[in-house]
């Protein structure tokens, strides 16, 4: 490989080419927790054009391309290989436009999505997607893997943001579909084959992103609720009379809310524990008429038992109080040792009977185990991590045991993390034979010779 090498130093300077012990440690695993893994070089351009010929001499090498973002996916899609190259867009980080007229903004992939929230809000304007992440993720990887986050209800995934994409595909061709239209019916929308296919057709360059006014008041607040049926006929009053304005809609059962407030060394929210907490934004021009209209729900839904007990918040720190317990999954990593972490979607009249299947099957196989319940339940999300130390490191058994339970309630195994690694051997259980034949068709026809992130989503 050392003519291979010396090409792509040749091609793309001597410091955007790195091997063994000059490689960082964090290009070496993602946050899924699989083991590190020390690639053949970890290839850094600084444009599509040096991106374009780093990809043509792969593809004569026939050496396999790992297209890594901020390394913070949990599903192991950049998940480097010792006879492949990874491919890090870090040095692309460009905001190119960020145009208010038209509320669109143009950003290289290498761009964390902070960034991009932070340079639309510089203009008055909000980009919808957020996640806990936001600081290291970038929006290469984001589109990549579809995600999602907290402002889903609203807004929808990447996927709905993206008006346009430049990609480059494993043979060095570029692709350039950063146009701005919204109606273009020219055939295939070739964009959409990238997003959410984790790196395995091509490498997303740049991006072509819709933004959307900033509100101008925002009302939060945090509602004990009895159970799962509760919280949804709250969520259903609030959309009946907030409608779009209803921004987020986060659920944490207790074994959640609990370990969140331990990690963090926060109080409880309220005197008493409850089984769940509903945390709620909506957004809107007034801020006062935002507090009236979640108080329009609030005191019926008392009244009727909906819900146990409520604090709307009356100032921006507390909002970022209550926001503070929902984002303590960052804190996962630190402490289980490790987490395994289930993204799965169902519909979402079963979230509630699904999460008490799964932890009475869980209960029954592991006694003890340390598991925790969350999700965006407005748009069908639900999280369930585990403590691998507490189920004696049986994460195989633990996840046929959820999968299968998702298999079981119609559900997906990936609601917004992605395949990746991690569940390939599930697939199946939201897929059906024909769907997968399509998708490798896809894959067949723009990588042939199967360079791009082989082994991910599925082995070819």
Partial sequence: MSGFIESLRAALGDDAVATGDAIAPRHLADWSGVPPVRPLALLRPRSTAQVSVALRLCTQHRVPVVPQGGMTGLAGAAQPMAHGVALSLDRMQAIEQVDAATRTLTVQAGA??????????????LFGVDFGARGSAQVGGALATNAGGNGVLRFGMMREQTLGLEVVLADGAVLPMLRPMQKNNTGYDLKQFFIGAEGTL?????ALLRLHPAPSARATMLAAVPDYDAALALLSRLQARAGAGLAAFELMWRDF???ALGWQQLREPFDALHPLLALVDLDGPDATQLQAALEDVLTPAMQDGLV???AIAQSEAQARAFWKIREATAELPTHMHPPVNFDVSLPMAEIGRFATACRAALDARWPGHASVFFGHIGDSNLHVSTDASTIGGDVEGLEHLVYDLVGDFAGSVSAEHGIGLHKKPFLGRSRTPAELAAMRAIKGALDPLHLMNPGKIFDR
Avoid: M, N
């Avoid at 964390?112 to 304007?125: C, F, I």
């Avoid at 091509?202 to 740049?206: E, L, P, Q, S």
């Fill in 112 to 125: 964390t999505v902070q960034s991009v929230q932070e340079a639309a809000s510089a203009q008055g304007l």
């Fill in 202 to 206: 091509g490498v997303i360059t740049r």
């Fill in 257 to 259: 809310v609990q370990a």
């Fill in 308 to 310: 146990l007990d409520a």
